[in-house]
């Protein structure tokens, strides 16, 4: 009888590059870094009404992390927003 052994996958614990998925636009309702605060919120509240808090939060932090090297001031507001809407709901 012969044993078969199975190759190695990889480094054990190690995962792959991590990518983040193309976002489309429209998805967040008018959001916009240089609206005032309680327009920002009004539109996260209507992206909320239409899809999943959590769908919200990542798609938040999908773009502040796309934006975090380019436009830094504007990456701390959404994160600070996506901390919000995970306190909020």
Do not use: Q
Not at 5 to 22: L, N, S, Y
Not at 52 to 73: D, E, G, Q
């Amino acid at each position: 009888m012969e044993i078969r052994r199975t190759p190695k996958r990889g480094v054990p614990g190690r995962r792959g590059k991590k990518v983040i998925p193309p976002l489309s636009p429209g998805k967040l309702f008018g959001y916009t870094v240089s609206a005032s605060p309680a327009s920002r919120m009004r539109s996260l509240n209507i992206a909320i009404r239409h899809s999943s808090p959590l769908t919200v939060f990542r798609r938040l932090h999908a773009i502040a992390t796309l934006n975090k090297r380019r436009i830094p001031k504007a990456s701390r507001v959404i994160l600070s927003n996506a901390a919000r809407v995970r306190r909020k709901f």
